[in-house]
């Protein structure tokens, strides 16, 4: 039984923090929520990032940010600060420089085309995110568009904050998983998304075209 204790408390603790609603997070602005999460930024030294549909916040341009927050406003109808939320965003990218810290980042090749903010917005940020690869602190890799994904298939995206917790983000809110049964899980997936990806020379490759794909 012993085994089970650490799970048991973890369930207790999360049980009124685990569910939060965006329209509860963001009722003050788009910039508190922001400024909300970098404390556990700080705090986390090995980051492991899955995204299937957008590329990940602390790879983002300006211009990208600004597109994704002000479709979020709309959607959400949130006070408007966008300018203000994406500042703090551009600041909290500095993390990528300090080799305390070090960010797995797996993104489904599909996003690469997702039609985020229009052309000159996309190509601009695919060739920063050709330039990020090749910081000491980042493993991108790039999963391919392909039929046989039977072992590791696309599921919704995820942000792991060392072996402490996982953030899962959904429509109406986001999910955070601090049962260890559970991050035991995330970790074995995106386990499995590793081996599939592609990194280095090989990931700029597809983002190059998919580059060309957009621009054509």
């Given amino acids: 039984m012993s085994e089970l204790v650490p ?3 973890a369930t207790l603790r999360a049980v009124e923090t685990m569910w939060v609603e965006w329209r509860r997070m963001e009722q003050a602005g ?10 556990l930024y700080q705090r986390t030294r090995h980051f492991r990032v899955y995204t299937p549909n957008l590329i990940p916040g602390v790879l983002q341009t300006r211009a990208y940010t600004v597109a994704i927050l002000a479709a979020i406003r709309r959607r959400r109808s949130v006070p408007d600060d966008i300018e203000d939320a994406v500042a703090v965003r551009m600041d909290r990218k500095s993390i990528l420089q300090d080799a305390r810290h070090r960010f797995a980042i797996l993104i489904e090749e599909s996003a690469l085309t997702a039609g985020i903010g229009g052309v000159e917005v996309m190509i601009g940020q ?8 090749a910081t000491p602190t980042v493993s991108l890799g790039i999963l391919p568009s392909r039929p046989d994904r039977d072992a590791a ?23 955070t998983v601090t049962k260890p049964s559970e991050i035991a ?28 794909s957009i621009g054509a």
């Fill in 7 to 9: 799970d048991l408390l």
């Fill in 30 to 39: 788009l910039r508190h929520a922001q400024e909300a999460v970098w404390p």
């Fill in 126 to 133: 695919l060739g920063h995110l050709i330039e990020l690869s």
């Fill in 153 to 175: 298939w696309p599921v919704e995206g995820f942000w792991m904050f060392d072996d402490a917790q996982v953030m899962v983000e959904l429509v109406s809110g986001h999910l």
């Fill in 185 to 212: 899980m995330y970790a074995q997936v995106f386990a499995e998304l590793s081996e599939l990806a592609s990194y280095g020379a090989a990931a700029r490759a597809r983002i190059t075209a998919a580059i060309e």
